[in-house]
């Protein structure tokens, strides 16, 4: 029943959501280079001990990887870093564009994010994306994709102090998961596009929940590795 009523919502919230990538007035800084080796730009290694079973990772994928990171600078937070982090991962859906996207907790206890928790990420069309929490700190916290997801890999979010300021960063390593998603996440970009304006939206969310004002825009860094990653 929650999926048929994440579904109804899906018109609205793809006009929405394109009504508002096209008209954002967040400054970004983009850049994407292509590195010649995957020195430096591999996930880290899973926690002992945490269930392997269902994760895909960059050797389950196809095409090229993927080391992004997005990050923004926040001022006048009404939050202390761990502050802010522990409101956040009280309900993910606080920062996430709930009208396009919304975590679904399919596995754990609410009210926070522990390891070994599951969640889906409700998208339009087959974007749903499946997860595991691999790691949990009082700053971050890491998700391994499961199968059934578009992207093989891992994505961590986590929170820091610098110079007064709170910067939050959200920071994945992934290839497609097959040769279907490949197709369309970096030869079509229709996924990249839809995955780009998720984290973007994500954290400006972010930023609204700290009651702050984010500074310096929106900072988005690529680096696509096309071979020479573990097969």
Same mark, same amino acid.
């Given at each position: &029943? ?11 919230? !793809? ?16 850049? *994407? ?21 269902? !994760? %895909? ?15 923004? =600078? ?29 975590? %679904? ?17 409700? &998208? ?7 997860? =595991?929490?691999? *790691? +949990?700190?009082?700053? #971050?916290? =890491?998700?391994?994709?499961? *199968? ?5 890999? %891992? ?7 610098? *110079? ?7 920071? #994945?390593?992934? =290839?497609?998961?097959? +040769? ?8 079509? +970009? &229709?996924?990249?596009?839809? %995955?780009?304006? &998720?984290w973007i939206s994500f954290l400006e969310g972010v930023v609204k929940?700290?009651?702050? +004002? ?18």
């Amino acid at each position: &029943m929650r999926r048929w009523l994440t579904a109804a919502t899906w018109p609205a919230g !793809i006009a929405l959501t394109s009504f508002d990538y096209m008209w954002r007035s967040t400054p970004m800084h983009r850049t *994407e280079v292509l590195e010649p080796s995957p020195a430096d730009h591999l996930p880290p290694a899973h926690p002992e001990g945490v269930d392997d079973d269902e !994760i %895909q990772t960059i050797r389950d994928g196809s095409g090229p990887l993927f080391h992004r990171r997005y990050s923004t =600078r926040i001022r006048d937070s009404r939050f202390g870093p761990e502050e802010l982090f522990a409101e956040l991962t009280e309900d993910l859906n606080r920062a996430a564009p709930v009208t396009f996207a919304r975590f %679904q907790r399919v596995l754990g206890e609410p009210d926070t994010v522990s390891t070994g928790d599951e969640f889906v990420v409700r &998208m339009p069309g087959p974007w749903d994306g499946p997860v =595991r929490v691999v *790691e +949990r700190t009082p700053r #971050s916290f =890491r998700l391994a994709t499961l *199968e059934g997801h578009l992207e093989a890999g %891992q994505i961590e979010f986590r929170i820091r102090d610098e *110079e007064g300021l709170i910067v939050f960063e959200i920071e #994945s390593w992934a =290839r497609s998961a097959n +040769r279907l998603s490949n197709l369309l996440y970096h030869h079509l +970009r &229709m996924a990249k596009e839809v %995955q780009r304006h &998720m984290w973007i939206s994500f954290l400006e969310g972010v930023v609204k929940c700290s009651g702050g +004002r984010m500074t310096g825009g929106i900072t988005i860094d690529t680096r696509r590795i096309e071979e020479g990653f573990p097969t």
